[in-house]
């Protein structure tokens, strides 16, 4: 096809779930593109010289590769050029920021709207999961080379790095505290977004490698990361434990019944399957009326999660206007059509309860923006008797989460910055030889697709360690 007429195809719709129908359950929003939208939407890649995309992607997918696969109607060698460098491209189609990375960075992104990268990525992901077999995938052949290699945690990073590993002939085990293997992917990210049973097939998929995972396993209190080294002969360690101790907002009645964490509101409806209903007894309070405060994707999905148990209104609370809102321009969106009610340049002051102990309200006061602070945003500067009060039962705080310092008390020889996040060197070595750490430990909450891009740069890395030691 020629550029121009390349140029004059516009890009396709996503189809999605109707919104009134999908705040009544935990479906999938997005549905997926069929294989005509797919053909056409790759149609539009210009398939470019210098490959802009690319260098927007942090694990550098073979974006006009298997883009052009798709046009081609080849699904197949799509699934396989995506695959060299993404080991999860299914979750990573589906919660990428792509408007910031691959996308972009798009040339037709110029004078319109960048090829659907993120949305044609996913396509070929589910296409291979839904007509590859194990056997069609051609797993790689594995020669054990006998040696010990340990993950803590199973989120993104630790996941990629366990497969890099095991690939490589290594002894793999994942240890994990939760009950269930996926990080955030499992416990954090709603079903709505990103359906659990593609990250468990992608958790199989490391099993049939020769990964091993121990679940309820919580490192630095059952076992610690000295005794994984000597006792139990592990020759490297891989710390990917996330950085999920949820930060508060330090303001009176926050221990009121009815205030969570947006961390725990969401493990207990993920994690615990509260999202379904009738089915699971499981220990939430559904509130009539929920207020949930920050700006980000964890607000987001707390706030939609509310919606979908019943809250009517579900109120977003941020203190910055909508331009300086972290959250996905797609999630806002959606979440705008789901009926969320949006109260911007507003901040919790204090949480009021009833006689009962349970919350009652929050009061709030309205903000104005001020000069930028050192993140460049604006700073919201509070209107001084602007003050007023959301009725809620429920309110949910999303401003934020931490580094938990369970492992770096039991192991003081490793070094953290000044926020508690693990120190490494270039190679994602730690201060304690043979100690490799990525992803949120390492730098503060941030995406799925750069632990990954950790994962896989610190399995070389162990790789390499290891064989220095041999010699
Ligand atoms: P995690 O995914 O946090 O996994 C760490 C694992 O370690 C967990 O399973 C935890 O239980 C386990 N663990 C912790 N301590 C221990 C211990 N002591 N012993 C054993 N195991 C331990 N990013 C995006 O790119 N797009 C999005 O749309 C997006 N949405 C998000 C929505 C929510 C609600 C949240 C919370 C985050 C979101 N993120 C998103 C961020 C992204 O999920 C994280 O950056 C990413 O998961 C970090 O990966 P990780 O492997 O470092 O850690
Ligand atoms: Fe884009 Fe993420 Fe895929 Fe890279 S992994 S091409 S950033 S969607
Ligand atoms: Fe295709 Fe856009 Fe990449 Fe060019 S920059 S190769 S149009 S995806």
Request: overall charge neutral; charged content about 25%; aromatic content about 6%.
């Amino acid at each position: 096809m020629k550029p121009s007429e390349q140029m004059k195809i516009e890009r396709v719709k996503m189809p999605e779930q109707d919104p009134q129908t999908r705040i009544k359950d935990f479906e999938e929003v997005n549905l997926g593109l069929t294989e005509e939208l797919a053909k056409l939407e790759a149609q539009r890649c210009l398939q470019c010289k210098k490959f802009p995309c690319i260098e927007g992607c942090p694990v550098q997918v073979n974006i006009p590769g298997f883009i052009d696969a798709v046009a081609k109607g080849n699904f197949s060698l799509g699934a396989k050029l995506l695959k060299e460098t993404n080991a999860l491209p299914a979750v990573c189609g589906r919660v990428c920021p792509q408007e910031i990375q691959c996308e972009q960075k798009c040339v037709r992104g110029v004078k319109g709207r960048p090829v659907a990268i993120g949305w044609l990525e996913r396509f070929v992901a589910d296409w291979a999961m839904a007509h590859e077999t194990q056997s069609t995938s051609q797993s790689p052949t594995i020669q054990p080379n006998g040696k010990k290699v340990a993950m803590v945690g199973s989120g993104p990073a630790g996941l990629t790095c366990a497969g890099e590993l095991a690939k490589m002939g290594y002894d793999v085990t994942i240890f994990e505290a939760f009950h269930e293997a996926g990080g955030v992917l499992i416990y954090g990210i709603p079903q709505f977004r990103l359906p659990k049973e593609i990250v468990l097939k992608e958790v199989e998929a490391l099993k049939n490698l020769g990964v091993k995972i121990e679940l309820n396993v919580v490192v630095g209190k059952t076992v610690t990361i000295d005794q994984l080294m000597s006792e139990e002969e592990f020759s490297a360690v891989f710390i990917a434990n996330g950085a999920g101790l949820p930060v508060f907002m330090n303001i009176p009645g926050e221990n009121i019944k009815g205030v969570y964490s947006a961390n725990e509101f969401l493990t207990r409806v993920n994690l615990m399957r509260a999202y379904r209903f009738g089915e699971y007894a499981t220990p939430i309070i559904r509130g009539k009326k929920v207020v949930v405060v920050g700006g980000g994707n964890v607000a987001m999905d707390a706030v939609r999660t509310a919606r979908r148990l019943g809250a009517d209104p579900s109120v977003l609370v941020y203190r910055r206007s909508r331009e300086e809102m972290p959250a996905r321009i797609e999630e806002v969106h959606h979440a705008e059509e789901e009926g969320i009610q949006f109260e911007l340049l507003t901040n919790p002051v204090k949480v009021i309860g009833n006689e009962e102990g349970w919350v009652k309200g929050v009061e709030c006061q309205r903000q104005r923006l001020g000069e930028p602070d050192k993140s460049g945003r604006r700073r919201p500067e509070p209107i001084e008797g602007s003050n007023f009060v959301f009725d809620c039962d429920i309110f949910i705080e999303a401003i934020g989460t931490k580094a938990n310092p369970l492992i770096t008390q039991t192991t003081p020889d490793l070094k953290v910055n000044k926020w508690g996040y693990l120190e490494t060197d270039e190679s994602g070595m730690t201060s304690k030889p043979g100690v490799f750490a990525g992803g949120d430990i390492v730098r503060g909450s941030a995406t799925v697709i750069l632990a990954m891009g950790d994962g896989k740069r610190a399995a070389q890395s162990i790789d390499q360690y290891i064989k220095s030691k041999k010699r």
